[in-house]
């Protein structure tokens, strides 16, 4: 499994994103191939929300997780 690659801000954002086009989608009358395609892409965003790990930025080499923290506590302990 990859490590977390998604901050905190990014989760939230990810998250409701997935919520909107999800509620948004299954409000349609009939689901059409347009209507799948944003409801797997919401799927997509929900499941990155709540795992906070987005393979397309780990294939990218891209993380948004703040390192201060790990940083600050590595000086600390000599």
């Given at each position: 499994m990859?490590?977390?690659?998604?901050?905190?801000?990014e989760r939230?954002?990810r998250f409701l994103?997935?919520?909107v086009f999800g509620?948004?989608?299954l409000?349609?009358?009939?689901?059409?191939?347009?209507?799948w395609?944003v409801v797997?892409v919401?799927?997509g965003?929900?499941?990155?929300?709540?795992?906070?790990?987005?393979?397309l930025?780990y294939?990218?080499d891209?993380?948004?997780?703040?390192?201060r923290?790990?940083v600050a506590?590595?000086?600390?302990c000599?």
């Amino acid at each position: 499994m990859i490590e977390r690659n998604i901050g905190n801000a990014e989760r939230i954002t990810r998250f409701l994103l997935g919520l909107v086009f999800g509620g948004w989608a299954l409000s349609q009358p009939a689901l059409n191939g347009g209507e799948w395609v944003v409801v797997a892409v919401s799927i997509g965003l929900l499941l990155n929300g709540i795992f906070s790990r987005c393979y397309l930025w780990y294939l990218l080499d891209v993380s948004t997780v703040d390192k201060r923290g790990a940083v600050a506590s590595e000086r600390a302990c000599p």
